[in-house]
């Protein structure tokens, strides 16, 4: 089983940036992959990034070039930087791992004002 914790949502005007963390209850070099997902009101929830435990990356089109996920394998810890936030880019986070099966954090809301 694992637990996620995220933190590190808040409220940001635009072009500004936020780091999220998400905290994993076990060894971190176990699981297949850790990824982010966001869900706005009204929308279907999508990937925004993941990171393999090979440590190959991927990202959502929408945001290539201005958000990077990490981890630190000491600290059981993914990130997700978030640069040149935009409007559109509000939503609940959520942290995802896929050990055996998915396990999903509460998620963290970013809101970006305009």
């Known amino acids: 089983q694992v637990q996620l914790v995220e933190s590190g949502g808040g409220l940001v005007q635009a072009g500004g940036s936020l780091r999220l963390s998400c905290a994993a209850s076990r060894s971190i070099f176990s699981i297949n992959y850790m990824a982010w997902y966001r869900q706005a009101p009204g929308k279907q929830r999508e990937l925004v990034a993941r990171i393999f435990n090979s440590g190959t990356t991927n990202y959502a089109d929408s945001v290539k070039g201005r958000f990077a996920i990490s981890r630190d394998n000491a600290k059981n810890t993914v990130y997700l930087q978030m640069n040149s936030l935009k409007p559109e880019d509000t939503a609940v986070y959520y942290c995802?791992?896929?050990?055996?099966?998915?396990?999903w954090g509460q998620g963290t809301q970013v809101t970006v004002s305009s």
């Open positions: 995802n791992a896929l050990f055996r099966t998915n396990y």
